[in-house]
């Protein structure tokens, strides 16, 4: 089980550093990549990034596996969000390859798309 790392990591620390230290192997299965749509009213991500009037952004949506001894565990879904003066949509698109059969169906988009892109 991994309860006293997720404890770890709920206290602040490194999620990658965390199961690391503690002997598991990290896989990430990419889910999407792409652009994610800025609407017109402001989200709250937007000023965190200190971005104003920004048409898009480059994300990255993927499972964190773990693996450790016989034991594989589904951690969690990860979805980065890049600022345009970081990566645009074509860096991220050639950093990560997307498992096919593991995209993300329209449905699981427009609901991440909603956690990112909450309004303020």
């Known amino acids: 089980m991994v309860c006293d790392e997720h404890a770890?990591?709920?206290a602040g620390s490194s999620i990658g550093e965390t199961f690391k230290a503690n002997g598991w192997t990290i896989f990430k299965e990419?889910?999407?990549v792409g652009e994610l749509q800025v609407?017109?009213?402001p989200p709250a991500v937007l000023e965190l990034m200190a971005l104003h009037g920004r048409d898009s952004l480059a994300m990255h949506a993927y499972r964190l596996l773990?693996?450790?001894d016989q034991q594989t565990i589904d951690y969690t879904m990860i979805v980065d969000v890049h600022g345009p003066d970081y990566l645009g949509s074509e860096d991220v698109t050639g950093l990560y390859l997307v498992d096919?059969?593991?995209?993300?169906t329209a449905?699981?988009?427009q609901e991440v798309s909603e956690l990112v892109l909450q309004p303020q």
């Open 66 to 68: 773990l693996k450790k």
């Open 30 to 32: 990419t889910r999407y």
């Open 107 to 109: 449905t699981e988009l």
């Open 8 to 10: 770890q990591i709920l």
């Open 39 to 41: 609407p017109a009213h």
């Open 100 to 104: 096919a059969p593991a995209r993300l």
